[in-house]
């Protein structure tokens, strides 16, 4: 999937998300409910694409019969992505594969903390293996407004 077809499915589930759910994002619920019902925004889009491969799932803590770890700072961590858009089993171990899609992280009210913590894991996600995830994507929430950040794979 290219980029602008997935910034465009981006973009429709959030505006789609804002729109409807703005209740969720004024009264502090957490952020676990957010993503869970954002995902439901973006596979309702997903399902307007023909021939859309991937899964979406919420906190989705396994690389394959394993926890998904991640190396950050010098320490293997085990981490769970807020939303993952992914193949179920697969990986991209040979790095030219899509069968990790998106890998997205989201915050209310983000600190700079908050954002160092998620742009490293983001960017594991894209460049460890076995994940080489194709896209990141970092959502801060503030009030029913949003500041996205895309990631890109090189290669």
């Known amino acids: 999937m290219l980029f602008d077809e997935i910034k465009k499915l981006v973009l429709t589930a959030l505006n789609n998300f804002i729109e409807n759910e703005s209740y969720l994002l004024l ?66 171990n040979n790095y030219n594969t899509d069968n990790n899609l998106l890998v997205v992280e989201i915050k209310k009210k983000a600190t700079a903390s908050d954002r160092e913590h998620d742009f490293l894991k983001i ?23 949003y500041e996205i950040s895309w990631f890109l794979r090189n290669g």
């Open 27 to 92: 009264n502090n619920v957490h952020e676990g409910t957010i993503a869970a019902q954002f995902a439901k925004y973006l596979s309702n889009e997903s399902n307007r694409i023909p021939n859309f491969r991937w899964d979406i799932d919420c906190e989705y803590n396994k690389n394959i019969d394993l926890p998904k770890e991640l190396f950050i700072n010098g320490s293997h961590v085990i981490v769970r992505p807020d939303i993952i858009i992914h193949v179920r089993g697969q990986n991209n």
């Open 123 to 145: 960017n594991g996600f894209i460049e460890q293996p076995p994940y080489y995830y194709k896209y990141g994507l970092f959502i801060n929430f503030v009030d029913v407004h």
